[in-house]
Nanobody, 123 residues
Framework: QVQLVESGGGLVQPGGSLKLSCRVS????????MGWYYQAPGKERELVAA???????NYRDSVKGRFTIFRDNTKNTVYLQMNSLKPEDTAVYYC?????????????????WGQGTQVTVSS
């Protein structure tokens, strides 16, 4: 069974940076796509960034140029470097994993989720 443990969230001022980490176990990490998702209060969970098994990365438009997803296959960990943070980035951030076809903006029906990590951008 897949286990996902997110960390690295916190309170940061607008314009600041955070680096999120997600350690994954229970899968062949290097063969899977990884995604970071966020969920703001009262809203649906949405894909923020994806790192596919071939190294391709994709981002939602609102974070392009500010966020970077990268993975360390030797540590079974995926990261999300978030720079130039804005108040609208405030949300609980989750990671998940699946095939390259599953990690896309239209699919969030994964069998399980981690506990997430809260990111709050406020002055």
């Amino acid at each position: 069974q897949v286990q996902l443990v997110e960390s690295g969230g916190g309170l940061v001022q607008p314009g600041g940076s955070l680096k999120l980490s997600c350690r994954v176990s229970g899968i062949i990490f290097s063969a899977n796509a990884m995604g970071w998702y966020y969920q703001a209060p009262g809203k649906e969970r949405e894909l923020v960034a994806a790192a596919l098994s071939d190294g391709t990365t994709n981002y939602r438009d609102s974070v392009k140029g500010r966020f970077t997803i990268f993975r360390d296959n030797t540590k079974n960990t995926v990261y999300l470097q978030m720079n130039s943070l804005k108040p609208e980035d405030t949300a609980v951030y989750y990671c998940n994993t699946g095939s390259d076809y599953e990690v896309n903006p239209f699919f969030t029906n994964f069998p399980s989720w981690g506990q997430g990590t809260q990111v709050t951008v406020s002055s």
